[in-house]
């Protein structure tokens, strides 16, 4: 959907001090490279000053520390942290050009008689609600869904296309969940018995807080026991392996590709990269900072930055054993110099 809004609007709805013409005009939000007359951008990281001056973007975003070069190519919003006021500028953009939810159950869904779903709420093409889930005000259960018995879905959430949410399974407020994700399947456990595999049946759920945003294809096994926790503010990119029992702290933040192995427990406010993954049964502190493709083998209980699979260390031992192992090869050599002098 085109829109055009002037820098006026933006300001009134973000804050911010506007230098420049209130009456400008902006169709877009586009990066500094790029960009025309009518677009937005923002400089939020110093290597892309030298891009300031050359871009034609007609309004750009900047820290304090930039106004004056921001002021003399033309106009800007001048705000404490741009990065932020670019992410509440995209979450307003979107307010304006997505188009209204239509509230109401689309006539090929299927609901069951005893499933709760609020007035406000959808329910779209070929989804399905069973018996005793709720669905609470102004949530979207987008087409070809399913909402297994007894599950919940809290208010204002918005599940896309082809999520699935198992039976007893619960979903608190505001939440984004994308296309693909299976949350309650099956964790997987088996007792192993004359060289096969006997199953063991998965009897908790998995619960999941407020504000939660959870990546394409990712998958939340329910517990063995007790539930899978999910808390609030956690963001999983897409792709990601949470495996039964796992516990995640609030505000946690993890990367594609990353795997949990059951009855982990991550803290809040840590961050796993891309490809890192987490073996069972271990704990890693509040404030804990995983590199992209790192493996983790044991429990970290000091909060900071930790890299490796050689194992893992504290990042700056780490960082120093690499350097070293780059060097065996001419420290080898050097080594049988000597030793043939000798």
Known sequence: ????????????????????????????????????????????????????????AGCVIVAPVYRDAAATRGAAIVTPDPYLYYARLTQWWVGLTRPATPA????????????????????????????????????????????????????????????????????????????????????????????RWEKIEQLGAVRIGDDVEIGANTCIDRGALEDTVIEDGVKLDNLIQIGHNVHIGAHTAIAGNAGVAGSARIGPRCSIGGAANILGHLTLAEGVHISAASVVMRSILKPGLYSGIFPIDDNASWEKNAATLRQLHALRDRLRALEKKT
């Open 1 to 56: 959907m085109a829109i055009s809004v002037s820098a006026r609007e933006v300001v009134q709805a973000l804050g911010g001090e506007l230098i420049g013409s209130p009456e400008l005009q902006i169709t877009r939000i586009g990066a500094l490279e790029g960009a025309t007359p009518s677009t937005i951008s923002f400089l939020a990281n110093p290597r892309f000053e030298a891009q300031l001056a050359l871009s034609r």
């Open 104 to 195: 109401g159950i689309h006539p090929s869904a299927i609901v069951d008689a005893a499933a709760r779903v609020s007035s406000s709420a959808e329910v779209a093409a070929l989804a399905v609600v069973e018996a005793h889930a709720i669905v609470e005000d102004g949530a979207v259960i987008g087409a070809h869904c399913f909402v297994g018995a007894g599950a919940r879905v809290g208010a204002l959430s918005r599940l896309a296309a082809r999520v699935t949410l198992g039976a007893g399974c619960s979903i608190g407020a505001r939440c984004i969940v994308h296309s693909g994700v299976v949350i309650g399947a099956d964790g997987f456990g088996f007792a192993p018995v004359d060289g």
